[in-house]
């Protein structure tokens, strides 16, 4: 095990681990206590689209990934909070659009490669040192927005019509938490792929939320819990040589099931 540990690439899936892990403990605990998650799914699945365009037009797949992500966070939060439309069927549109956008852009470019596949399922072994340093940027940013907003996040996230009437800016916080979800998203697409990344940012939280106190308790159980899933999922996958992203969701839903009909 000690051997494992020596490999560069161990040690940045582990450092990748902790980082998501933070992400997936501020993000995903406001995703669920405010009912999001369909609405980072429809983000999650939408950002392929540009995925795909960024492959049919020869740049970086995760700039495309970031630019979709953003637009559809924002569309969101316009839809939803503006214009009063149903949620669901609007999460549901940009869901299928997305991936379908994406599907026949990738079709369209030149040759079919596993980077693609990585975009949908995840890598967390092929993690650079760049990637690293990217997402201890926007763990920085997911900080700055929980502990500078903890008290109108919570009044949010709790009664929103009450957060209004104390004169807490419902609107821009609830467009800030929207593009928050995107970056998460695209910040976790290299760890579990976009297929897995809902279960990422929900799983953990949902499970920390049967024993915090309060948003902050939920927030830290979520990141220790997800840390602990997704190194018991590294373990799972190089042993039995299988998909990192999908061991670490197995993982993790395998102690969701069990706690939630645990008497």
Not at 221 to 243: D, H, M, P, R, T
Request: hydrophobic fraction near 65%.
């Amino acid at each position: 095990m000690l051997d494992i540990l020596a490999l560069d690439f161990v040690q940045n899936a582990l450092i990748a681990s902790f980082l998501i892990s933070i992400a997936a403990g501020i993000i995903g605990s406001v995703v669920v206590i405010n009912k999001m998650s369909f609405a980072a799914g429809g983000v999650a699945h939408g950002a392929y689209a540009g995925v795909g365009v960024a492959f049919f037009a020869g740049f970086a797949p995760f700039l495309g990934a970031l630019g979709a992500a953003v637009i559809l966070g924002l569309l969101i939060a316009f839809f939803s909070f503006e214009k009063n439309e149903r949620f669901d069927s609007l999460i549901g549109a940009i869901w299928a659009f997305g991936m379908a956008l994406g599907i026949v852009f990738s079709e369209l470019s030149d040759g079919y490669t596993s980077d693609l596949m990585s975009y949908l399922f995840g890598s967390i072994l092929a993690v650079s040192k760049a990637d690293l340093a990217l997402m201890a940027g926007f763990d920085l940013l997911f900080l700055l927005f929980a502990i500078l907003l903890y008290p109108r996040l919570c009044a949010f996230s709790f009664d929103s019509e009450f957060a209004r009437l104390r004169g807490v800016g419902v609107k821009p916080l609830y467009y800030t938490l929207c593009v928050l979800i995107a970056l998460c998203v695209v910040m976790s697409i290299q760890i579990v792929g976009l297929v897995l990344v809902i279960a990422l940012l929900t799983i953990a939280p949902s499970i920390a939320e049967r024993f915090a106190k309060s948003l902050a308790q939920m927030m830290i159980y979520s990141a220790l819990f997800a840390f602990v899933f997704c190194v018991l999922g590294l373990v799972l996958a190089f042993y039995l040589n299988l998909s990192s992203g999908a061991s670490i969701i197995i993982i993790a839903a395998l102690v969701f099931f069990m706690a939630k009909f645990k008497k």
